[in-house]
C-alpha cells in the first residue's frame, strides 16, 4: 500500500551540486508529474510523463532533467543547483481512467525539502 | 491572467462554525476539473474532492461541499461543523480539457492557497 514514495525527504547541497530526487509510484499510473512548493506560490509544475519513456516541460522547467524509462519511476535531476532551487518537492502520479467519480485526481507523495546554500 | 485564484490568504473561523474558502478559476474548456486539496503542518497534500464541469450537482464528501457556479466560474470550499484537525493550507486545483490517455491533460494548476485557522 506504498503509493508514491519520494526519497530523499531532506537534502541540503552547495550551490554548483547536482542530486537526483526518486519517485516511485505502484499504482501502475500513466502519469507521473514533479511539482515545487514556494511560500506564496502554490504548486508549480515543474516537468511531466504520460508514460514511459515520453516527458515533456512544464511551467517552470529550467535547471532540472526528467527521464521516464519504467511506468513506476520518474527521478527529477538538478544538474547544477542554485539558490533558488530551495523549495519542497512534490511527485505526483494520476491514472488514465476515471474511477470513482474522480476524473484525474493527483496522488502526491510526502514531499522532499531541498536547501541550497 | 491566473488560472486559478484564491483571494484569501488567511482565514480564521471558529471550531462547530461553518467556513467557506473562495476559488475562482479562468479557462475556455467546456471540459474541466476542479479540485480542492488540503495541506496541513506535516506537509502531505490530501485530496478532498473533485467537481465535473458537466456535474450537475454540487459535488460533497462528508464535511466538505463544493459551491461550483459555473456562469461565475467559481468552485467554493465549504466546511462545515469546522474542527481543530481543519486547520491547514486549503489548495484549489484545475484540470483542463477532459482526460485523454497518452496525453498531458492530467496536469493541475494551482492556486496560491488559503491558509485555514480553526480557532477553539
Known amino acids: 500500500n506504498a503509493g508514491v514514495t519520494q526519497t530523499p525527504k531532506f537534502q541540503v547541497l552547495k550551490t554548483g551540486q547536482s542530486m537526483t530526487l526518486q519517485c516511485a509510484q505502484d499504482?501502475?499510473?500513466?502519469?507521473m508529474s514533479w511539482y515545487r512548493q514556494d511560500p506564496g506560490m502554490g504548486l508549480r509544475l515543474i516537468h511531466y510523463?504520460?508514460?514511459?519513456?515520453?516527458?515533456d516541460q512544464g511551467e517552470v522547467p529550467n535547471g532540472y532533467n526528467v527521464s521516464r524509462s519504467t511506468t513506476e519511476d520518474f527521478p527529477l535531476r538538478l544538474l547544477s543547483a542554485a539558490p533558488s532551487q530551495t523549495s519542497v518537492y512534490f511527485c505526483a502520479s494520476s491514472y488514465s481512467r476515471p474511477s470513482g467519480g474522480t476524473d484525474g485526481e493527483l496522488f502526491f507523495g510526502e514531499g522532499s525539502r531541498l536547501t541550497v546554500l | 491572467a491566473q488560472k486559478i485564484t484564491q483571494t484569501q490568504p488567511g482565514m480564521f473561523v471558529q471550531e462547530k462554525e461553518a467556513v467557506t474558502l473562495d476559488c475562482t478559476y479562468d479557462t475556455s474548456d467546456q471540459s474541466y476539473g476542479l479540485f480542492w486539496y488540503k495541506q496541513p503542518s506535516s506537509g502531505e497534500m490530501i485530496f478532498l474532492i473533485y467537481?465535473?464541469?458537466?456535474?450537475?450537482q454540487n459535488a460533497t464528501e462528508g464535511r466538505y461541499s463544493l459551491n461550483f457556479q459555473k456562469a461565475r466560474k467559481s468552485a467554493n470550499l465549504v466546511i462545515s461543523a469546522s474542527q481543530l484537525g481543519d486547520s491547514a493550507m486549503y489548495f484549489c486545483a484545475m484540470r483542463e480539457g477532459p482526460i485523454r490517455s497518452g496525453a498531458g491533460s492530467y496536469q493541475l494548476t494551482f492556486g496560491k492557497g488559503t491558509k485555514l485557522s480553526v480557532i477553539p
Open positions: 510523463s504520460v508514460g514511459a519513456g515520453i516527458t
Open positions: 467537481q465535473g464541469s458537466y456535474d450537475e
Open positions: 499504482m501502475n499510473h500513466e502519469y
